[in-house]
């Protein structure tokens, strides 16, 4: 199935899941590293089935800046910086999910938003709104699938932020601990996980680069870089997990270093 469109992909699944169950909507969770472009394949699909398919991201359910930094201040400081399993408001997800699923003709059901440059919820009367009930649901995160890890997973040190933020573990065991509860329960409730392999972890910083300098519009300075390079690590080990197959997705989409499809693996 080489050269199969993404979006063509994830239409011919809910096409699938909709004819065993016509009435309900199919529900399809979109998994892939930082830059991936799994949030953009689900807005051209949602664009060019406006009205049918419902939209929004686990980055748009991320706890509050104020909720972050109770986290951070009660447990661990790197529990600040949204992404890391734990920084998710899975219940929001579910109860938005759960209003799609359950809306009448002319319903009304807000979308969750988050504003990232001020790295926070966005206020809830901006939030935009989807009419009726929909065909299918589309959720897309980078950690999607991603399968729970055991206390030898979490050992030793990955990478500079681990060996010098986290060096007793505390931080990535909470967190990594989540993967088999929280989210494990959330994932189970998706007709359908697909996966957006990247070829390596070196592109995916690579990546995450060219989406900063796209949002800035110039080249990132070496304390940009430098940044990034730490932000980056906070996703280091569960993203290089998945890339390894560490994940329960039904179907996988290998991309080549220019998010090509190169082939489509079903499961």
């Not at 967190?175 to 697909?194: K, N, P, V």
Request: with cysteine; charged share 25%.
């Amino acid at each position: 199935m080489s050269g199969r469109s993404i979006p063509g992909l994830i239409d011919t699944i809910i096409h699938q899941i909709r004819a065993r169950d016509p009435e309900g909507a199919a529900l399809i969770g979109i998994g892939g590293a930082q830059g991936s472009g799994k949030s953009y394949q689900c807005r051209v699909l949602e664009a060019a089935n406006r009205g049918r398919y419902a939209h929004f991201s686990l980055d748009d359910v991320y706890l509050t800046h104020a909720e972050r930094a109770q986290m951070a201040a009660d447990f661990h400081p790197l529990c600040i910086t949204r992404g890391p399993p734990g920084t998710h408001d899975l219940d929001l997800a579910d109860a938005t999910i759960g209003a799609l699923e359950t809306a009448e003709p002319r319903a009304r059901t807000p979308l969750p938003r988050f504003d990232k440059l001020k790295d926070d919820r966005a206020p809830i009367g901006t939030w935009p709104l989807f009419v009726g009930p929909p065909e299918a649901i589309l959720v897309d995160g980078w950690l999607m699938g991603a399968l729970e890890m055991d206390e030898a997973q979490f050992e030793p040190p990955l990478n500079a932020l681990e060996a010098e933020e986290d060096a007793d573990g505390k931080w990535r065991g909470f967190s990594l601990a989540l993967l088999a509860t929280d989210y494990a329960r959330f994932f189970d409730a998706f007709d359908a996980l697909i996966y957006l392999k990247a070829p390596s972890w070196s592109i995916v910083r690579t990546w995450r680069g060219q989406q900063e300098e796209e949002a800035l519009g110039r080249t990132l300075n070496a304390e940009e870089n430098a940044a990034l390079d730490r932000f980056v690590a906070h996703y280091e080990r569960v993203t290089r997990a998945m890339l390894a197959g560490h994940h329960r997705a039904d179907w996988i989409v290998h991309l080549d270093q220019k998010r090509n499809v190169v082939r489509v693996e079903e499961r």
